[in-house]
């Protein structure tokens, strides 16, 4: 069983558009996170969410909107999307209060195209 | 968070030990050092962490100076499948709970 997963793992779309990605984590964990690495293999962090609690807000435009219906889920929404949003969109957990543990598990990726 | 210098690409024949060396001058009393690695078109995984000893676990052992100031991540037996970009952080523990992944190195294991 995957332990983080996301979908889709490929997402293809024009300018403008408006997108979401879903992740799930069946390991039990408190804290999720979404990461974005951009073309040159950049790793950022974009948000954090501790049981459903949003800790972590990396002055990401607020085009993107996080959304934790549970601590199993963190979903990312993206409105009126852009040329520069085309990146691969990590989703990972970790499994100790307000993401102090050292071990993030992560999703394979979502690699968004924008034309 | 202290800033981490890593070669940009090291090279490694299959069945040898891979020994991959950070550099963390900057590195204050409670930043722990984190290793992860991303092999190709996957997510980042966690190998490794420690404060000042010495640690070992089934996948690596990574080795810090005394004065902490750098470190080195050692794969006893390299495999081909551990061919991947490893990233050497440091961070503190219980701070603002994210991790900032740097350029990382880029290991190639050859058969």
């Known amino acids: 069983d995957t332990a983080v997963s996301q979908t889709p793992k490929y997402l293809v779309t024009q300018m403008g558009n408006d997108k979401s990605i879903k992740c799930e984590q069946n390991?039990?964990?408190?804290?999720m996170y979404w990461y974005k690495q951009d073309s040159k293999k950049f790793l950022k962090i974009m948000f954090s969410y501790n049981n459903k609690e949003l800790i972590i807000n990396e002055t990401v435009p607020n085009r993107f909107s996080p959304k934790s219906p549970d601590k199993a889920h963190l979903n990312l929404h993206i409105n009126s999307l852009e040329l520069g949003d085309s990146a691969v969109y990590f989703c990972a957990s970790s499994p100790s209060d307000r993401g102090r543990s050292e071990k993030l598990f992560f999703g394979s990726g979502t690699q968004l195209s924008v034309l | 968070d202290a800033k981490t210098t890593q070669p940009t690409s090291m090279d490694c024949a299959e069945g040898r030990a891979a020994n991959l060396p950070c550099n963390h001058s900057t590195i204050s009393g409670n930043e722990y050092v984190y290793w992860y690695r991303q092999i190709h078109s996957q997510g980042p995984q966690y190998i490794i962490h420690?404060?000042?000893n010495n640690e070992t676990n089934e996948m690596a052992s990574l080795i810090i100076t005394e004065d902490r100031k750098s470190s080195t991540l050692i794969l006893p037996h390299a495999t081909l499948r551990d061919t991947a970009v490893y990233y050497c952080i440091v961070r503190a523990r219980g701070s603002n709970y994210k991790l900032t992944f740097g350029k990382g190195t880029l290991l190639t294991v050859n058969p």
């Open positions: 420690g404060l000042k």
């Open positions: 390991l039990g964990h408190d804290t």
